[in-house]
């Protein structure tokens, strides 16, 4: 009788083992096929491109408009504030090359890929970007891409005619928080309109650890800003939605649990 529990025992903790090694396996591929989706939507989808030219299309007619709103434009010269990467630069070969090669993201790899200086430009955004600076916009680029990366940066600018002048590409030093550069270039200039990727990129309270809620909420409040002052470019690949998602759910943390995050998804 002994042996025959012993044997059931052995068994069930077998199939357990098993299980779990097994659900363990779909849930890394759940998360790996997740990655590989944001990286081919960002690649191959039309959507994207037009979602893109549909962005600097509205940042473009705002230029036009010739609305400066209640902005004393006599006082103080005019400016726009861009990202660089998703916003400006579009580095989904830099994430189909941590997919391939089976790697995470660490400063060490990302700086090999932007030391290439050789991403694309979003669609939309060179056309964008010489429309403003031949109307008198100056235009800065607040990224959190580090000090060392300055001078591939602007070669990479360069290689579609943007010239710029490195005091005015604000990059990292000690804090990944972008609200000093933002103030820096306020002391001097009106800032027509902030373009970016991510929330972050357009007011401080979005640098905060928020969960999903408060960010939703918070966008609910500047919803008025978006299209005008606020222009958003699509990024399904890494932001701070995903940040919101970690400090929700610590499963995400540690093996992207897909019955974990199953709790945020809506169903009828």
């Known amino acids: 009788m002994k042996k025959i529990l012993f044997s059931l025992v052995t068994i069930s903790v077998m199939w357990s083992c098993s299980s779990s090694k097994s659900l363990s396996?779909?849930?890394?591929?759940?998360?790996?096929?997740?990655?590989?989706?944001?990286?081919?939507?960002?690649?191959t989808s039309a959507e994207y491109d037009a979602l893109c030219y549909q962005a600097f299309n509205v940042a473009?007619?705002?230029?036009?408009?010739?609305?400066?709103?209640?902005?004393?434009?006599?006082?103080?010269?005019?400016?726009?504030?861009?990202?660089?990467d998703e916003t400006v630069l579009n580095n989904s070969p830099f994430n189909g090359w941590l997919i391939h090669n089976n790697k995470t993201y660490s400063p060490a790899?990302?700086?090999?890929?932007?030391?290439?200086?050789?991403?694309?430009?979003?669609?939309?955004?060179?056309e964008f970007m010489q429309i403003a600076m031949n109307q008198g916009f100056k235009i800065f680029f607040i990224s959190n891409r580090t000090v060392q990366e300055l001078d591939f940066t602007i070669a990479n600018l360069e290689k579609a005619?943007?010239?710029?002048?490195?005091?005015?590409?604000?990059l990292k030093t000690n804090s990944s928080s972008k609200a000093e550069r933002?103030?820096?270039?306020?002391?001097?200039?009106?800032?027509?309109?902030?373009?970016?990727?991510?929330?972050?990129?357009?007011?401080?309270?979005?640098?905060?650890?928020?969960?999903?809620?408060?960010?939703?909420?918070?966008a609910?409040?500047?919803?008025?800003?978006?299209?005008?002052?606020?222009?958003?470019?699509?990024?399904?690949?890494?932001?701070?939605?995903?940040?919101?998602?970690?400090?929700?759910?610590?499963?995400?943390?540690?093996?992207?649990?897909?019955?974990g995050l199953k709790k945020y998804i809506k169903g009828f």
């Open 182 to 218: 933002r103030e820096n270039v306020l002391s001097n200039y009106r800032v027509y309109m902030l373009i970016g990727d991510n929330l972050a990129d357009f007011h401080n309270i979005f640098e905060n650890d928020l969960s999903i809620s408060e960010r939703k909420n918070n």
């Open 25 to 43: 396996t779909a849930e890394s591929s759940i998360a790996e096929n997740s990655k590989i989706s944001a990286v081919l939507w960002q690649q």
């Open 161 to 170: 005619g943007i010239i710029v002048n490195p005091p005015d590409v604000m």
């Open 220 to 259: 609910l409040k500047f919803r008025n800003k978006f299209g005008s002052k606020f222009i958003v470019l699509p990024n399904t690949m890494y932001g701070g939605w995903e940040k919101a998602l970690k400090n929700s759910n610590s499963d995400y943390i540690q093996n992207s649990n897909s019955n």
């Open 109 to 126: 790899n990302w700086m090999e890929w932007s030391s290439l200086a050789k991403a694309e430009f979003v669609p939309g955004a060179i």
């Open 60 to 84: 473009t007619h705002r230029l036009n408009s010739g609305d400066m709103g209640n902005m004393d434009v006599n006082s103080k010269k005019l400016a726009i504030i861009m990202d660089l």
